[in-house]
């Protein structure tokens, strides 16, 4: 493709009056513009024909070049610009340095904040029960009946009696896990007045299950009542299926979409056929869903889930949100524990697995993620 005119002869002249012979200088210029002829863009080389080109496209450098997305530009600078380069480099480096000192003292900064939130919120709780008992011991020295302090106590006595004593000794359940009957009674009519606030009548309520931290035994005197509602004939959101009451969260779901969700082996969705009414997670069940269940869809599955939540629980994080990240861990750790116990025996049969570590995790000042996340592992 290079075709190039032959130049005109030119007569020799003689040794003395002749001028520098050029045939060197020309040689090296036109290989010069040879080079320059078959150019690379990604990696700015030229070569000096057609078919070295074509084998440098083919050839290793050129294809890491091009993933990297990579140019190399060599730029030539004068010695006043390389001195000003060097300093820009030093003064940017700097600028990164300090830049990263600071996010991570603020960081370090927000993360005592909130743990110094949670340890007050406890002191609190811790406050407000010693009082009720001092009180109540009081009145009943001086022969004085508190009819609320009396209940306070007696209420006590009863969530005591319910729990298993040794398993409350270990820290594996909360004496505010429990529901009493009475207790039970107030909650169920809440959870239909609810309801038919939101447009879903009590006929269309097929299941109730109990969740979230009194179903799985860590719940503290702040903590709310969390269900799942199973509903026929309602046109379920896509996005956003929680209703909030007073005290009370429920993920609703209409009977055919959960039945979906349990086909592709949702790890939150499989712990519900361990519910019985014996362990109190059944309230009510007029819908039996189906089972078919697959190890090697249960691990990838579940693999999934974990992963999604922990990488949630690092974004919250990022964003401050340190309460919110400790509680999607502790998410991560209950369900991690109940897949395991499903892999073995094909239901969850130890419900407070893990609990011990939740007070750890929450009361624990972390400084940073990664120190939270080698806790954590």
């Known amino acids: ?147 609320n302090c009396h209940d306070v106590v007696e209420d006590r006595a009863r969530r005591d009696a319910v729990i298993d004593k040794e398993t409350t000794a270990k820290g594996r359940q909360s004496r505010y896990s429990v529901i009493l009957p009475e207790e039970r ?78 086909d592709m082996h949702v790890l939150w969705g499989y712990v519900f056929f361990s519910h019985t009414r014996e362990n109190d997670g059944i309230w009510l069940e007029r819908h039996v869903f189906t089972k078919k269940f697959s190890a090697i869809k249960w691990n990838l599955a579940a693999s999934h889930n974990l992963k999604k939540n922990y990488s949630l629980a690092h974004q919250y994080w990022n964003h401050g949100e340190v309460r919110k990240a400790k509680k999607r861990l502790v998410y991560v750790l209950k369900h991690s524990a109940f897949a395991v116990q499903i892999a073995d025996r094909g239901f969850v049969y130890d419900r407070f697995e893990c609990n011990e570590l939740i007070p750890v995790l929450m009361q624990t000042n972390f400084k940073s993620w990664a120190a939270i996340e080698e806790w954590f592992q």
Request: hydrophobic residues 35%.
């Open 1 to 147: 493709h290079m075709e190039r005119e032959a130049a005109p002869s030119v007569p020799m002249a003689s040794p003395s009056s002749s001028p520098p012979s050029t045939t060197t200088t020309t040689t090296t210029t036109e290989t010069a513009e040879a080079a320059q002829q078959w150019h690379c863009d990604v990696c700015d080389m030229g070569f000096p024909s057609a078919p070295d080109k074509a084998r440098h496209l083919s050839g290793k450098k050129h294809v890491i070049m091009r993933e990297m997305g990579k140019r190399t530009v060599h730029v030539r600078m004068t010695g006043e610009e390389a001195k000003n380069w060097a300093e820009t480099k030093r003064f940017l480096k700097a600028s990164r340095k300090r830049v990263f000192a600071a996010a991570l003292a603020q960081e370090a900064n927000l993360a005592t904040l909130q743990w110094m939130d949670e340890r007050l919120t406890l002191r609190d709780d811790a406050i407000a029960e010693a009082a009720e008992l001092a009180s109540h011991n009081s009145h009943n020295n001086h022969n004085n009946h508190n009819d």
């Open 185 to 262: 009674a107030a909650v169920t009519h809440k959870i239909y007045e609810t309801l038919q606030r939101n447009g879903i009548q009590p006929d269309q309520v097929l299941n109730i299950w109990r969740w979230g931290s009194k179903w799985w035994g860590y719940a503290n005197r702040r903590s709310d009542y969390d269900f799942l509602i199973i509903v026929k004939d309602w046109d379920q959101p896509a996005e956003r299926n929680v209703i909030e009451g007073d005290d009370l969260d429920m993920a609703v779901y209409e009977v055919n979409v959960f039945q979906a969700q349990l």
